[in-house]
């Protein structure tokens, strides 16, 4: 069973940078499609970025956080990473990974995906 490990989180001032990691066990990353999505109370679920072979990409990023988050992956490590700058309270979320088969598309890592428990990111203004 593929299980996932976020850590990272925290709590950071508007403009700080954080940087978030996912540590992947049960399964390999090659070949398959990572990404991250946050939650925040009360709005739902935003699918912020996806790369669509690990490793690889291609990358997609929400538009709201375009040109200031970045996924990478350390495939040999099977460590999944989101870099975060320039945050914005707007930010503030439940940060979760998720990897899979289904690179194509957001609707197939839901089906076939497997993702972590999440961690907290707060950001003050």
């Known amino acids: 069973e593929v299980q996932l490990v976020e850590s990272g989180g925290g709590l950071v001032q508007a403009g700080g940078s954080l940087r978030l990691s996912c540590a992947v066990s049960?399964?390999?990353?090659?070949?398959?499609?990572v990404g991250w999505f946050r939650q925040a109370p009360g709005k739902e679920r935003e699918e912020i970025s996806l790369?669509?072979?690990?490793?690889?990409?291609?990358?997609d990023y929400a538009h709201s956080v375009r040109g200031r988050f970045f996924i990478s992956s350390d495939n040999a490590k099977n460590m999944v990473y989101l870099q975060m700058n320039n945050l914005k309270p707007e930010d503030t979320a439940v940060y979760h990974c998720?990897?899979?088969?289904?690179?194509?598309?957001?609707?197939?890592?839901?089906?076939?995906?497997?993702w972590g428990q999440g961690t907290q990111v707060t950001v003050s203004s």
């Open positions: 049960g399964g390999t990353l090659d070949g398959n499609a």
């Open positions: 790369m669509r072979r690990s490793d690889e990409g291609p990358v």
């Open positions: 998720i990897a899979g088969a289904g690179g194509s598309s957001w609707r197939l890592m839901w089906d076939f995906g497997s």
